[in-house]
């Protein structure tokens, strides 16, 4: 079913009437008069093309023009302008024919625009690639929303303190995981293999034993507290990856000995191939400092908080 041509043509705002193909943004001006932006692309050669339109007062601006309505009709980025000042606490934007949509909603963290209804998530492309969501009005619970229908998701963005859920249940083709101010939780050996980067954030609920990453593993960002239980906890087969601000407390130097100890991973980025990590030191300092020089030699920036 495609959207019905009462809410393509704007008089009706009756979620009820939307169409299975039709995802609704709601507008919330008093939390901002600033115009809002979100990015979105189509799928490469899909047709009919997406359109957004404005469903009750307000506009979106095109070329500096207050429209009505936009279409995306290419696969290149095009950032839509919401004009907030000129819409209400009734206003809500529809995005049509969201099935072509390949790309991601920013919703933003101010929670000026969200998703009307979790459920509309699912109605995106199959061939969605970067899937960013980062204001929730409503409860989402990621153990229940059927990221089957994103096949081929490789970048997933869950800012939102409204994000719940196991980490285990992270779609499996995601590579880059942002979850920032969420309320994300599970042992990070949970973590779907084919993650290669991980922004977890200062108040991650993510935690144990760090070495049990996947081995195409490539690097974590966040002030949060893992273990590394011994120096052999990561087996020399598998690779090193870079880290910043993760706390480690007394198992520094496990992590150190056992780092130097794997395989390089010529497949870091540069800016990646870094560990900044805080803890103690606990073994003698010409043990773990050798471990260094070996991390340094193999191309990572080492900085120790202790």
């Known amino acids: 079913m495609k959207s019905l041509n009462v809410t393509l043509k704007g008089i ?7 169409g299975e193909d039709e995802v609704r943004l709601r507008i919330n001006p008093s939390v901002t008069q600033n115009n809002v932006i979100i990015g979105l692309r189509k799928v490469y050669n899909s047709t009919p093309n997406p359109k957004l339109i404005v469903i009750g007062t307000g506009y979106i601006i095109k070329d500096g ?3 009505r309505e936009v279409e995306i009709e290419t696969n290149a980025y095009q950032y839509i302008t919401f004009n907030m000042a000129s819409m209400d606490e009734n206003s809500e934007v529809a995005i049509v024919n969201a099935h072509n949509i390949n790309a991601y909603v920013d919703t933003d963290s101010s929670d000026a625009v969200t998703i009307k209804d979790i459920e509309d998530i699912q109605k995106f ?9 980062g204001a929730f009005e409503d409860y989402l619970n990621i153990d229940e929303l059927p990221f089957s229908k994103f096949a081929n998701i490789s ?3 869950l800012n939102s303190p409204n994000a719940y859920g196991h980490i285990s249940n992270i779609p499996s083709t995601v590579k880059k995981l942002r979850t920032l101010k969420s309320n994300i939780t599970g042992d990070i050996s949970t973590i779907p293999a ?12 993510v935690y144990g034993n760090l ?12 002030t949060t507290k893992f273990n590394w239980p011994s120096t052999t ?6 690779k090193q ?8 407390d007394n198992d520094l130097d496990n992590m150190l000995v056992n780092m130097a100890s794997c395989a390089n991973n010529p497949d870091i980025a540069s800016g990646n191939k870094v560990i900044v990590a805080t803890g103690r030191h606990t073994m003698e300092e010409s043990i773990w400092q050798e471990a260094v020089q070996t991390l340094q030699d193999a191309g990572f920036t080492v900085t120790l908080n202790t």
């Open 194 to 205: 084919a993650v290669e980067t991980y922004y977890c954030g200062g108040d991650s609920k």
């Open 12 to 18: 009706c705002s009756d979620p009820l009437m939307k």
């Open 65 to 67: 023009v207050n429209v």
């Open 211 to 222: 070495a049990l990453v996947p081995n195409g593993f490539q690097y974590i960002w966040g």
């Open 233 to 238: 906890s990561r087996p020399t087969t598998s």
């Open 241 to 248: 990856f870079g880290m910043s601000y993760v706390d480690l």
């Open 125 to 133: 492309a199959a061939n969605t690639s970067w899937l960013q969501l």
């Open 155 to 157: 970048e997933l963005i």
